[in-house]
T-cell receptor, first 115, second 115 residues
Framework: AQSVTQLDSQVPVFEEAPVELRCNYS??????LFWYVQYPNQGLQLLLK??????LVKGINGFEAEFNKSQTSFHLRKPSVHISDTAEYFC?????????????FGTGTRLLVSP | NAGVMQNPRHLVRRRGQEARLRCSPM?????VYWYRQLPEEGLKFMVY????????ESGMPKERFSAEFPKEGPSILRIQQVVRGDSAAYFC?????????????FGDGTRLSIL
């Protein structure tokens, strides 16, 4: 079975500063990895995904993530955050190479961007 | 989140009543996933359905919960005899089943409150 750990429940940061949100996963098989963002009272929006290939994945809104198989990590980064990036961020994993796409989510990291 | 429609957005029930949550997948999508988000937690998989078939219900509570996705109409998540612990946000996601295209499309959720 797969599992995801997001160690930071909350990350405060100032506007225009860089940010990294950490995600570690556990799996005995190959995986697909995802980052989603959730704004208040809304559903989840996909930021980026890693399926295979290049370990550096670029997503929407200037976010990127790096898949590190040896560290079993998939940390999310943004070089300069905006106030509008304030939201909850979820890392998720699913088994790779299957048509069954059940996602296993971490508990989320709340990003708080202040002026 | 255009595409996946969930209704109602908010639902209030008294203990012992029934709750029915509806999900219309994106056009062309025949795979539906239901997830539950308890306060301050990540999303937990409940059930995966294709048209007229339950593929995986490993995340569904054994009693009181059921789901269906009929040939015509939306997918329904039904909770009988609701209890306080059922209070949560319930999210639906849809996909076209292609292995590389994970359920990127989430609805805005139904927030269920039990009095």
């Amino acid at each position: 079975a797969q599992s995801v750990t997001q160690l930071d429940s909350q990350v405060p940061v100032f506007e225009e500063a860089p940010v990294e949100l950490r995600c570690n996963y556990s799996s005995s098989v190959s995986v697909y990895l995802f980052w989603y963002v959730q704004y208040p009272n809304q559903g989840l929006q996909l930021l980026l995904k890693y399926l295979s290939g290049s370990t550096l994945v670029k997503g929407i809104n200037g976010f990127e993530a790096e898949f590190n198989k040896s560290q079993t990590s998939f940390h999310l980064r943004k070089p300069s955050v905006h106030i509008s990036d304030t939201a909850e961020y979820f890392c998720a994993v699913t088994k790779g190479n299957t048509g069954f796409q059940k996602l296993v989510f971490g508990t989320g990291t709340r990003l708080l961007v202040s002026p | 989140n255009a595409g996946v429609m969930q209704n109602p957005r908010h639902l209030v029930r008294r203990r012992g009543q029934e709750a029915r949550l509806r999900c219309s997948p994106m056009k062309g999508h025949s795979h539906v996933y239901w997830y539950r988000q308890l306060p301050e937690e990540g999303l937990k998989f409940m059930v995966y359905l294709q048209k007229e078939n339950i593929i995986d219900e490993s995340g569904m509570p054994k009693e009181r919960f059921s789901a269906e996705f009929p040939k015509e109409g939306p997918s329904i998540l039904r909770i009988q005899q609701v209890v306080r612990g059922d209070s949560a946000a319930y999210f639906c996601a849809s996909s076209d089943g292609t292995p590389d295209l994970q359920p990127q499309h989430f609805g805005d959720g139904t927030r269920l409150s039990i009095l």
